[in-house]
């Protein structure tokens, strides 16, 4: 079975990197826990912002790969502990977010409750090159390749 993309098109050279990345954007886990904000720090600054509330910074884990940064947060029971009601679980969570290309982590740092990830992108500079076009000439009709003969010829 062939595989239908937009990124099929001649027009899109090069972006079977972009293709990826949606796909597993889309595999992402559609959970809504925990919480996270994402905001704009400076011109190339952004912060991940998750509400971890309950979580030490033992039972957090942040760890970036292949342009994936994943935050795992795992807290243990106290077995001493009897409740009488238990509206707080000791819950588990993963939530990972595709990187674009040159985003990198700068930082993490747990405060009241929340989890802040910085991240930086190095502004890219736009850049112009004129690429040179050589002549090059055609070969002529009767030129024979090596290993390949004209049509109709025989060999001995």
Do not use: W
Not at 18 to 31: F, G, P, S, Y
Not at 64 to 82: C, M, N, S
Not at 125 to 132: G, M
């Amino acid at each position: 079975m062939t595989r239908m993309s937009v990124f099929n098109s001649p027009l899109f050279l090069g972006f079977d990197r972009i293709e990826q990345t949606l796909e597993r954007v889309a595999k992402a886990q559609a959970d809504g826990y925990p919480p996270y904000n994402v905001e704009q720090t400076g011109p190339d600054r952004l912060r991940i912002t998750l509400a971890v509330a309950g979580f030490r910074e033992e039972d957090l884990a942040v760890q970036v790969e292949d342009r994936q940064l994943t935050v795992r947060g795992k807290q243990e029971d106290d077995p001493d502990r009897v409740y009488l009601h238990r509206g707080i679980a000791a819950r588990q969570f993963q939530r990972s977010f595709v990187l674009a290309e040159g985003l990198e982590v700068t930082g993490a740092a747990l405060e009241g409750g929340l989890l802040h990830i910085d991240l930086v992108q190095p502004l890219v500079e736009a850049r112009v090159r004129t690429v040179a076009i050589k002549s090059v000439e055609p070969k002529s009709a009767g030129t024979i390749d090596a290993g390949r003969r004209p049509a109709g010829t025989k060999t001995s």
